[in-house]
């Protein structure tokens, strides 16, 4: 969902949206470039919380103290392999029934309520 009304922050917003992205893939390649795993076997969503965890702290780290912690978290980002997940069959119908109500074609002030 975008927060922003004017064109203008909504290309802003996006732009924010591509960067964090591309920052996190970015780290799973390093991870995996590091351990010898392969990309899609690393979770996108644990790796997102384990960043989310740790950018506190990384804040307020500086200098050697922060790249002392900068290949634990690699470490840690290349454990975040998925498991071998069986999918549900799903039914070939539609959810979603027709209604015995007529399609709204008029403002709601406009129909008596009641």
């Known amino acids: 969902m975008l927060r922003c009304k004017t064109a203008e922050m909504i290309k802003q917003e996006n732009a924010v949206h591509l960067l964090a992205y591309n ?5 799973i390649a390093r991870a995996v ?3 010898d795993k392969e ?3 690393l979770s996108f969503m644990a790796v997102v919380l384990l960043m989310r965890n740790t950018a506190s ?3 307020t780290l500086t200098g050697a103290a922060l790249g002392k912690i ?3 978290l690699i470490i840690a980002m290349a454990q975040t392999e998925i498991g071998q997940r069986t999918r549900p069959n799903q039914p070939r ?3 979603r029934r027709p209604k015995s ?4 074609t008029k ?8």
């Open 33 to 35: 470039c590091l351990n």
């Open 70 to 72: 900068v290949h634990p």
């Open 39 to 41: 990309p899609r076997h």
């Open 101 to 104: 109500y007529s399609c709204m």
């Open 93 to 95: 119908v539609v959810k």
């Open 107 to 114: 403002r709601r002030s406009e129909y008596a309520c009641g």
């Open 23 to 27: 920052h996190i893939r970015a780290n």
């Open 57 to 59: 702290l990384c804040i």
